[in-house]
Every structure is written in structure tokens, then in C-alpha cells.
């Protein structure tokens, strides 16, 4: 099976924040997510996609993941309802407010993002 990439682009303006993301929607791709990768490469990204929005199902963990990295939730139009950094082996992570999609990528993107920004991805 073909991996799925796309862009997170800001919707007041067009700009690119990540030119390509790696689009996860199966229970596998979500379930393995960074676990056990040394580092992110410049520019890689990973979105990790549920069903519908909620808090419960859109938390994350950091156990096995062994290099902090943003973690930015996103509702299911377009909203950030979240963003933070993550820790190496942190239990528990989840965003104030429903969402959708979780954004896991390198720290220096949460300079890039707030919450109350809206998003899309293309």
C-alpha cells in the first residue's frame, strides 16, 4: 500500500508550514507512529488521523519515542485546539479540546503554531 503525503496549510493566508506530512489513518500506522525511531529528519512530519473529534481518542503517549517533538492537535475543521511539546517517555498527552488529527513533528514548529489557528491539509 502506497503511503499518503499532504501539505498543513494556513487557511488566512496559503502558507506552507509543512510541505509534506505523512498522512496515517490505519490503526497500525497510528499505533506504531515514532515509536522507536532515533530522530525526525528536517522537515518530516506525521499526522495522525481518527474518525471524529474527541479528547480521548486523539491523546497520545510517548512511551518508545526517544526525542521530544510538537505535538499539535487539530478539530475536524481545521481548528488547533492544541499545541505542545512532548517528552520522551511521557505517559500522556491529549489536547483541552476535541480533535480530529494530531500533527507530530519537530519542536521548532510550535514557533509556527497556536491554537485558535486553522488549518488544512491538501
Given at each position: ?48 488521523a481518527k ?59 510550535l514557533e509556527?503554531?497556536?491554537?485558535g489557528d ?5
Amino acid at each position: 500500500m502506497a503511503q499518503k503525503f499532504v501539505q498543513v496549510v494556513r487557511q488566512d493566508n496559503a502558507e506552507v508550514l509543512i510541505e509534506k506530512a505523512r498522512w496515517c489513518s490505519s490503526r497500525l500506522c497510528r499505533l506504531r507512529g515514532l515509536q522507536f525511531r532515533r530522530r525526525l529528519l528536517p522537515g518530516e512530519a506525521l499526522i495522525l488521523a481518527k474518525e471524529g473529534d474527541s479528547i480521548a481518542a486523539s491523546s497520545i503517549h510517548m512511551f518508545f519515542v526517544f526525542f521530544p517533538i510538537a505535538a499539535v492537535w487539530v478539530n475536524g475543521e481545521g481548528l488547533v485546539t492544541g499545541a505542545q511539546l512532548a517528552k520522551p517517555w511521557r505517559p500522556y498527552y491529549a489536547s483541552p479540546a476535541p480533535a480530529r488529527y494530531v500533527i507530530e513533528t519537530s519542536p521548532h514548529f510550535l514557533e509556527r503554531i497556536s491554537p485558535g489557528d486553522k488549518i488544512e491539509f491538501r
